[in-house]
C-alpha cells in the first residue's frame, strides 16, 4: 500500500530517534617515517573538549571483546528491534557530495511508495546509523546500535567485566581522584587508574 512521503519520513523519523547508540572512539595505529605509534582516545584533546566535560571527566577504557560479550547477550531479551555494531564510515555528507546522490529518502521513495523495516534497513542502516560527516573522523568511532522503531526502556549494558583502566582529564583534582580511587579499586581490583597530562601545550 501506497503512502505519501511526509508519513514515510514519519517511520524513518521514528526509527533513527527511538534507536538508541553506544558510542566508543576506537584506538588508531599510525605510521610517521619509521616511527609506529597508537593513538588511543584518550590521546586526544579534541575528544576531552567535546565529550569529557572540557577536560574535568573521565575516559573509560574496555575491552572490546568483553563489550561485545555483553552486549551479544541482550540479543535473548529484546521484544521488539534488533542490536547491531559497526565502526562509523565518515563521507562528505554536508556537501552533497556525487557518492551520495543516488542515496537520499527522496529518492528511495520515489522508487518503493512504502515503509517497511526490513527493506528499508537493507538500504539504510549504513547511511542512518554509521556515517558521520567527515569532520567527525579523527574520533574513529565504533558504534553499537539498537535499532528500533518503538520508544523503549534504555537499553542497559554491563559493562563490570569489560572496564580495563580510567584516565582522569588533566583538570580533575588530584585529591577527587585519590578519594575516589579508593572506591574504585575496591570494586575493581584489577583495573588500572590514571590521569592524563599534556606537554607542548
Not at 569529557?52 to 555483553?70: C, M, N, R, T, Y
Request: net charge neutral; proline share 2%; charged share 30%.
Amino acid at each position: 500500500n501506497n503512502i505519501g512521503f511526509l508519513d514515510f519520513l514519519k517511520a524513518a523519523k521514528e526509527l533513527k530517534l527511538n534507536s538508541q547508540y553506544l558510542c566508543f572512539c576506537k584506538p588508531e595505529s599510525k605510521h610517521i617515517e619509521s616511527y609506529y605509534y597508537t593513538r588511543w582516545g584518550y590521546d586526544k584533546p579534541k575528544m576531552w573538549e567535546l565529550y569529557g566535560d572540557k577536560h574535568q571527566g573521565v575516559s573509560i577504557a574496555l575491552d572490546k571483546e568483553k563489550i561485545l560479550f555483553e552486549y551479544n547477550k541482550k540479543l535473548n531479551n529484546l521484544h521488539d528491534g534488533h542490536i547491531t555494531h559497526d565502526a562509523i564510515l565518515y563521507k562528505d555528507i554536508v556537501c552533497r557530495s556525487d557518492e551520495l546522490k543516488p542515496k537520499t529518502l527522496a529518492n528511495y521513495y520515489r522508487d518503493v511508495r512504502h515503509f517497511d523495516q526490513i527493506e528499508f534497513l537493507e538500504e539504510f542502516k549504513h547511511p542512518f546509523f554509521f556515517q558521520k560527516d567527515r569532520d567527525y573522523q579523527d574520533e574513529n568511532e565504533y558504534r553499537f546500535v539498537y535499532i528500533t522503531s518503538k520508544i523503549q526502556d534504555d537499553l542497559r549494558v554491563d559493562i563490570a567485566n569489560s572496564v580495563t583502566a580510567l584516565y582522569f582529564g588533566d583538570k580533575v583534582d588530584v585529591d577527587f581522584i585519590k578519594y575516589y580511587k579508593k572506591l574504585i579499586t575496591k570494586e575493581f581490583p584489577n583495573i588500572h587508574i590514571y590521569q592524563v597530562r599534556w606537554f607542548n601545550g
